[in-house]
């Protein structure tokens, strides 16, 4: 019966927790609050340097308060895990102890079972002692329930707590790779910072004009799908036009291919419709890795990519878009040719890009709501 008891309050400890992290998570959980509050807020205000690089700040310290609440999840599961090894060798050494109490009980439940009453009342001394002989049969017998049952508990519990283990292990290793990705996140944003005090030269005028300069190229682009001239259909892999710089210097800063994709009128990531290719990556340096669809290039050979789509150094400029810039930059080291990377019917225009440039586009509709967009061409 002690060793029941022992057992009942070893159980007691798998029910009351209590996160020794709680008050430090929820901490930085109100401040992460805090900053997107104030990060929210700023959305609505007039777009000036200032306000940019305020905004910047902040959102710089929500990542980093993001990677410090990561970073203290991660450790509360470590603390978890050595917890729960240490309960669950407990609780091995508790059933492998039942198990043998209940082995014994097996054996003298069996001597027990094999002495009738009938033999009882002739071994006893008396009516009180049968009784008595009896109900310690009785009790006996309730005993040995009581253990299968404390067993049974101890297996499933034993089985419980694996189970747990391996679910906070997961969930340990699932917060390591968003530890890394919220790392990268932040060095990137460091970076944005970086940019944007680079191109604008911490200038307010300058700042504008950049901000003009991109949204005059969503104008034209926009215009260039209402007004563009219809040249004919194209086969996957025809030449289309070459690799310009037109728009200069109000909507573009150098020679390169700007391919957007826009799916039913709506940003989509162009590289979702690409082949797989391992390319130059200049923006972040080294070489990345882009495509997950069926359709060609649309450039050939070595290709530089200058600017991907998504979140970006420059993704200050694009506040028309909620700073995503909405295509690929690219440029190829050994061909300037642009050929279509899937069947379609091609359109053709040239739209003014702010005021004082005149941009060419191409595109080509290839059916099913999908467009792709070829800017700067020559």
Not at 103 to 114: E, P, Q
Request: aromatic share 6%; with cysteine; hydrophobic share 35%.
């Amino acid at each position: 019966m002690q060793k029941i008891l022992t057992f009942v309050c070893f159980l007691a400890l798998f029910i009351i927790i209590t996160p020794a992290w709680a008050q430090e998570i929820q901490d930085l959980e109100k401040q992460i609050g805090e900053l997107k509050q104030k990060i929210d807020t700023a959305q609505s205000q007039e777009r000036t340097l200032n306000t940019e690089i305020s905004s910047m700040d902040n959102t710089i310290k929500l990542t980093g308060l993001q990677i410090v609440e990561t970073e203290t999840k991660i450790t509360q599961l470590g603390d978890e895990i050595v917890d729960l090894n240490h309960k669950i060798d407990n609780l091995d050494t508790t059933l492998s102890e039942l198990s043998e109490l209940l082995l014994n009980r097996v054996v003298t439940s069996y001597k027990l079972s094999r002495v009738s009453y009938i033999t009882l009342l002739f071994q006893a001394n008396g009516l009180t002692d049968f009784l008595n002989r009896a109900k310690y049969i009785q009790l006996a017998q309730e005993h040995d329930r009581q253990v299968l049952t404390q067993v049974q508990m101890a297996k499933v519990n034993y089985a419980e707590q694996k189970n747990l283990r391996e679910q906070k292990k997961a969930q340990q290793e699932q917060l390591k790779i968003e530890l890394e990705a919220q790392k990268t996140k932040l060095n990137q944003q460091k970076k944005a910072k970086e940019a944007l005090l680079a191109q604008t030269k911490n200038d307010e005028a300058t700042y504008q004009k950049l901000l003009q300069q991109a949204l005059a190229e969503k104008q034209a682009l926009e215009a260039a799908i209402v007004s563009g001239v219809q040249v004919g259909p194209v086969k996957k892999g025809d030449p289309i036009a070459l690799v310009g710089n037109t728009g200069y210097p109000a909507c573009s800063t150098g020679a390169h291919l700007h391919f957007e994709v826009q799916k039913n009128n709506q940003w989509t990531n162009p590289g979702d419709y690409l082949k797989s290719k391992t390319v130059k990556d200049d923006q972040n340096g080294g070489t990345a890795t882009i495509g997950g669809g069926d359709w060609d290039w649309p450039l050939d050979g070595d290709i530089r990519i200058t600017q991907h789509y998504g979140k970006t150094p420059y993704s200050w400029r694009y506040a028309y878009s909620g700073g995503i810039h909405t295509g690929i930059d690219m440029v190829s080291d050994t061909s300037s040719l642009i050929r279509a990377p899937k069947d379609g019917t091609l359109y053709a225009s040239s739209q003014n890009c702010g005021g004082s440039s005149v941009i060419k586009i191409k595109y080509i509709d290839h059916g099913d709501g999908v467009i792709s967009f070829y800017l700067h061409v020559q």
